[in-house]
């Protein structure tokens, strides 16, 4: 089974400054269709998760351009260029190559 | 608009069962993959069930397997989560949530969830 690793566990941001999450899985997300199955989301305080990243480094609709996603096979990163004080929340990365599994999470705050 | 509304939540005892129901409208639900996600209090968000567009598919977290039942009605509209004996640990709020094979191949849209707790 794939396991999920997410890093740090929280973050203390500046408003205006970039912030930067890791994810790492222990078997490489890469379908044999050429797409890799790793997939970033928020969640906002007393919200539901919402999708910012697909496949690996595509912006959901909606999602601002401050969001960036990248990185292949085991390890991605989640950039945002300049965070705002709407970006506090956690946020996951998940897997969905094999049953769908998410990393543990990172605290985002302020 | 797009929506899933989830219904069935509440107090059960250890043992107990409830049946979570999740209302979706504003797609074509019957030609999607649709999914349980859980999030026990503080905790991070875990996959529980999915099942696919025309229910004949199903799979489950091994926490959960042999005890819950994901069903679907195309007809409603409604993607079901039958829990039986039911263990303090099953307590979370249950996302009902949409998986997009089509473009996101993610999950894009997801209920406000029910709380399900389970104590004596």
Known sequence: DIVMTQSPLSL?????EPASISCRS???L???????YLDWYLQKPGQPPQLLIYLGSN???GVPGR????????NF???ISRVEAEDVGLYYCMQALQTPLFGGGTKVEI | EVQLVESGGGLVQPGGSLRLSCAASGFTFSSYWM????QAPGKGVVWVSRINSDGSTTSYADSVKGRFTISRDNAKNTLYLQMNSLRVEDTAVYYCVHYDS????????????TMVTVSS
């Open chain 1, 30 to 36: 890469v379908h044999k269709n050429g797409h890799t």
């Open chain 2, 35 to 38: 999914h349980w996600v859980r």
């Open chain 1, 59 to 61: 912006r959901a609709s």
């Open chain 1, 67 to 74: 969001f960036s996603g990248s990185g292949s096979g085991t």
């Open chain 2, 102 to 113: 089509s473009a996101y191949h993610a999950f894009d849209i997801w209920g406000q969830g």
């Open chain 1, 26 to 28: 222990s078997q490489s």
């Open chain 1, 12 to 16: 203390s941001v500046t408003p205006g």
């Open chain 1, 77 to 79: 990163t989640l950039k």
